[in-house]
């Protein structure tokens, strides 16, 4: 029941996670950068935000974004970031299909247990891979950002990608610890299988025959 609880609970804070990392893959307020500093830009309404997909330009009165299409002349930083990021946010989809259906209330078929397991520890390891790809685009992109235009601050989409990154850690780490067979079960297995033959009749020794045959 305690694994069963743990399962779920991992399942729900990785989704949770999930729907983080693609949130942050979909926005483009990564970093918001100024070129005197955050207060100053402020009170000029000058500030910039820019994401993986576009470089925009904040002001009370105008929002406007450039898309970032020219591929191969983008900083590594942004690549690599990117990169990442679409495989988290495809790897997703598997990963929460293969623990769904691993859950103790579902049953595909006659298949054993152990099948379950099997599915539940690689849907929890394809939560990690998404949680590894969303920390490492999280921390390189506002790093790269950094050295690239100077003065900023971090973003609504870098925190998102951050909480999702950490839920899913945290949620393929519960999935994967619960997932394993409890060697209880082969326990009980066993003293009930010890059970059942000790209650067989015990066959008469040989002692026994000899008496008997010579009375």
């Not at 082969?186 to 002692?207: C, H, I, L, M, W």
């Amino acid at each position: 029941m305690a694994n069963t609880c743990l399962q779920f609970s991992g399942f729900l804070v990785s989704c949770i996670g999930w729907i983080g990392i693609i949130i942050a893959t979909a926005t483009n307020d990564w970093v918001v950068t100024c070129k005197y500093g955050m207060n100053t830009c402020k009170k000029m309404d000058e500030l910039g935000a820019k994401g993986l997909w576009a470089e925009c330009v904040i002001s009370t009165a105008l929002y406007h974004c450039i898309s970032l299409t020219q591929i191969l002349d983008l900083p590594a930083y942004i690549q690599t970031s990117r990169a990442l990021m679409i495989t988290a946010s495809i790897l997703g989809l598997p990963a929460v299909a293969l623990v769904l259906v691993s859950m103790p209330c579902i049953n595909l078929g006659n298949e054993p247990e152990s099948a379950k397991s099997k599915r539940s520890v690689l849907g929890g390891i394809l939560i990690l891979v998404i949680a590894a790809c969303g920390i490492v685009s999280t921390v390189w992109f506002p790093i790269g950002a950094h050295h690239e235009q100077g003065l900023m601050s971090f973003g609504f989409s870098l925190y998102a990608g951050w909480i999702g990154s950490v839920f899913c850690l945290l949620g393929g780490s519960m999935i994967s610890c619960c997932s394993s067979d409890t060697p209880s079960q082969y326990a009980e297995d066993r003293f009930y299988y010890s059970k059942q033959g000790a209650t067989n009749p015990v066959p008469p020794s040989s002692a026994n025959h000899a008496k008997s045959a010579h009375v």
